[in-house]
DNA sequence: GCGACAG
DNA sequence: ATCTTGTCGC
């Protein structure tokens, strides 16, 4: 492995600017070797949610994290970063277009969450080395993947009820769950990232969900970002306010 | 070559 | 991902 590959995947500062798909194959194939999917140990007091909002023709990107209590998944505090994509969206290479500012986003936040859930996936990836488990390895933190839809590997259709899963498999290899959050929706896919098994990321999951289909951290986050990116909430590290009703 | 393809 | 209109259901 080159000195200079290792050296840009281990460097938070780094944009991964000019990088090419072979370089960034390279990188995740270095990553993949730090991946730890053990059981979490630790009690969860919180979980952040983590995401990206784009305008239309445009690379500038609004970043953030939202801090949820837990179990409560009552958001406490949230970070945003507003910045610019310097890679494109490829199938398989989406750390390579958000982690930057999730970077940044994370760094600002003073007292760390315990868990990080990402718009994508964790190790249910070609490489096993989605968003989540990048960034997980990079920051060594506990890290999982709760994707919209199918990134990889095949699955069976899991039962039509609320809490009904099935396995998804690649290549032989079990690499996360389809996840049906609410009865008669779409399931969503889970994985874990970093630092945590299998079972843990299908657990904490479950246990994150509210009202809706998407669990309460990244469909916070989602929520956040927007408003950022309409001027609705600024940039920087805030707490919320816990008279206000969100 | 063909189909699949997170956000 | 974002944009946009309409429809269904609690």
């Known amino acids: 492995m080159p000195a200079e590959i290792t050296q840009i995947a281990h460097t938070p500062e780094s944009n991964y600017d000019q990088l090419t798909i072979t370089d960034a194959t390279k990188i995740q194939q270095d990553l993949k070797k730090y991946l730890k999917l053990s059981p979490y ?4 007091t ?27 998944l009552q958001p406490i505090a949230y970070s945003l970063v507003k910045s610019h994509t310097v890679f494109p969206y490829v199938p398989g290479y989406l750390a390579f ?8 986003v994370y760094e600002q936040i003073p007292i760390k969450p315990d868990v990080i859930m990402f718009d994508g996936n964790g190790i249910l990836h070609a490489r096993r080395m989605g968003i989540a488990s ?11 993947g709760c994707a919209k839809k199918k990134l990889a590997g095949q699955y069976e259709e899991p039962g039509n009820q609320r809490n009904d899963f099935s396995l998804v498999t690649d290549r032989r290899e079990i ?10 929706v779409k399931p969503v896919f889970i994985s ?18 509210g009202k809706h289909r998407l669990p309460e951290p990244t469909r916070r986050a989602h929520e956040f970002v927007n408003l950022f990116r ?17």
């Open 134 to 144: 990048h960034f997980g390895v990079l920051t060594g933190t506990a890290t999982m």
């Open 230 to 246: 309409t001027g609705e909430l600024k940039e920087g590290y805030h707490e919320v306010n816990e008279l206000r009703l969100f």
């Open 46 to 72: 919180t979980i952040a949610g983590a995401d990206i909002s784009l305008s239309l023709y445009s690379d500038t990107v609004y970043a953030g994290m939202v801090i949820l209590s837990f179990p409560d």
């Open 192 to 209: 874990p990232g970093n630092k945590m098994s299998m079972q843990d990321s299908l657990e904490i999951a479950i246990k994150c969900v």
């Open 175 to 184: 690499v996360g769950y389809a996840l049906r959050t609410k009865n008669d």
């Open 41 to 44: 140990r630790k009690v969860i």
């Open 97 to 104: 277009r958000e982690i930057p500012s999730l970077l940044k």
